[in-house]
């Protein structure tokens, strides 16, 4: 079946520490997103990507780091320069035009100890 | 910028309808998405608007207008499953075109 798939579901840090959160997708999606979501807030976009090998910056970047080096894989990497990493991280993807209807993934939680 | 708003909760009781408001502001609109979500699990589509109209799917149905910034999910018959958070998104042409920008979501609660 195809799908998102995002690991680990959930996920303990130290502060200081970087961690890398997963996603694979198996729809042949041009393109795909990292969003953020906190409890009262919207789902807020972190990074974005149409096709390989390029990325674009969301709303709330900084502290992020993300690669496309291919069309299934977009990996996101928390770093220690993130002030307030403890969040439920959801990876997307798209065809990318027309309706742009995103699937997500199941989410990844992240808190930070 | 876009600023998208929906109440933060409601409660329903099982068998009725309920309609979930949002409204925007946004410069270069370009469709209107409804997702639902359950707690901690991932977002589903629900509809999408990108003209004036209704749209209905089965129980769901969505309504928008464009001049009005204004648009409604409607649930008929309500279950007990559709206790979950509505997300209303807009899409806007500017800043690549395919990014979207959701709202804070309204937690329905549907009760016996």
């Known amino acids: 079946d195809g799908g998102i798939t995002q690991s680990p579901k959930y996920l303990f840090r130290k502060e200081g520490q970087n961690v890398t959160l997963s996603c694979e997708q198996n729809l042949n999606h041009d393109a795909m997103y990292w969003y953020r979501q906190d409890p009262g807030q919207g789902l807020r976009l972190i990074y974005y990507s149409q096709i390989v090998n390029d990325f674009q910056k969301g709303d709330i970047a900084e502290g992020y780091s993300v690669s496309r080096e291919k069309k299934e894989s977009f990996p996101l990497t928390v770093t220690s320069a993130q002030k307030n990493p403890t969040a439920f991280y959801l990876c997307?993807?798209?065809?990318?035009?027309?309706?742009?209807?995103?699937?997500f993934g199941a989410g990844s939680r992240l808190t930070v100890l | 910028g876009q600023n998208i708003d929906q109440p933060t909760e409601m409660t329903a009781t099982e068998g009725a309808i309920v309609q979930i408001n949002c409204t925007y502001q946004t410069s270069g609109f370009n469709g209107l998405f409804w997702y639902q979500q359950h707690a901690g699990e991932a977002p589903t589509f629900l509809s999408y608007?990108?003209?004036?109209g209704l749209e209905e799917k089965g129980r769901f149905s969505s309504f928008l207008s464009r001049s009005k910034g204004y648009s409604y999910l409607l649930l008929k018959e309500l279950q007990m499953k559709d206790s979950a958070s509505y997300l209303c998104a807009v899409r806007d042409r500017g800043g690549g075109g395919n990014k979207l920008t959701f709202g804070t979501g309204t937690q329905l609660k549907v009760e016996l």
């Open positions: 608007n990108v003209l004036d």
């Open positions: 997307a993807s798209s065809m990318g035009d027309g309706a742009n209807v995103l699937t």
